[in-house]
T-cell receptor, first 112, second 116 residues
Framework: AQSVTQPDIHITVSEGASLELRCNYS??????LFWYVQSPGQGLQLLLK??????LVQGIKGFEAEFKRSQSSFNLRKPSVHWSDAAEYFCAVENAGNMLTFGGGTRLMVKP | GAGVSQTPSNKVTEKGKYVELRCDPI?????LYWYRQSLGQGPEFLIY????????DSGLPNDRFFAVRPEGSVSTLKIQRTERGDSAVYLC??????????????FGPGTRLTVL
């Protein structure tokens, strides 16, 4: 069965610093991978998704993610974090049945 | 256009009671999903509708949970004999329902259910 691991439960970065959130997946076939962000009181918002092709994917709000098959990873990055990026971030993999399997999430805090 | 909406936003009930949670998907979306998010965890899949029928209900935890989508739009998640362990945020998502993996799920704000 597919699974998603986000090793970091909490991360704190200073505003303006770079960010990398880790995601590792376990899936038998070619994975279809997603990053969502969840702000307090709001629904999950899609940041970016990977289906095939270029392994570096650009998303909204200046985020990007790189798919590395050899490492079973799909890490999310941003070169310069803004205070408004403080939220919870979820990595997910989609299986053949259309359902999403989510990781446990990483809570990002931004120091001024 | 309008996104996915869910009502109520909060529901407090007593153990043993029956609750209904409603989801209004994005207009024209044929696929609808329910997920449950417990405190400090990622969402977990419950059930997936394609049109009026449940295409996959493998995530429903037991027979106290049931969901319907009689006209292929609005869906209701029904929980009988609620237990304290049912307390969670229940998320609904919808998508166009196109084939393949290019379909994107759009999530509603969720219903926070608290069972006392």
């Amino acid at each position: 069965a597919q699974s998603v691991t986000q090793p970091d439960i909490h991360i704190t970065v200073s505003e303006g610093a770079s960010l990398e959130l880790r995601c590792n997946y376990s899936y038998g076939a070619t994975p279809y991978l997603f990053w969502y962000v969840q702000s307090p009181g709001q629904g999950l918002q899609l940041l970016l998704k990977y289906f095939s092709g270029d392994t570096l994917v650009q998303g909204i709000k200046g985020f990007e993610a790189e798919f590395k098959r050899s490492q079973s990873s799909f890490n999310l990055r941003k070169p310069s974090v803004h205070w408004s990026d403080a939220a919870e971030y979820f990595c997910a993999v989609e299986n053949a049945g259309n359902m999403l399997t989510f990781g446990g999430g990483t809570r990002l805090m931004v120091k001024p | 256009g309008a996104g996915v909406s869910q009502t109520p936003s909060n529901k407090v009930t007593e153990k043993g009671k029956y609750v209904e949670l409603r989801c209004d998907p994005i207009s024209g979306h044929t696929a609808l999903y329910w997920y449950r998010q417990s405190l400090g965890q990622g969402p977990e899949f419950l059930i997936y509708f394609q049109g009026t029928g449940a295409a996959d209900d493998s995530g429903l935890p037991n027979d106290r949970f049931f969901a319907v989508r009689p006209e292929g739009s609005v869906s209701t998640l029904k929980i009988q004999r609620t237990e304290r362990g049912d307390s969670a945020v229940y998320l609904c998502a919808s998508s166009r329902g196109t084939s393949g993996f290019t379909d994107t799920q759009y999530f509603g704000p969720g219903t926070r259910l608290t069972v006392l």
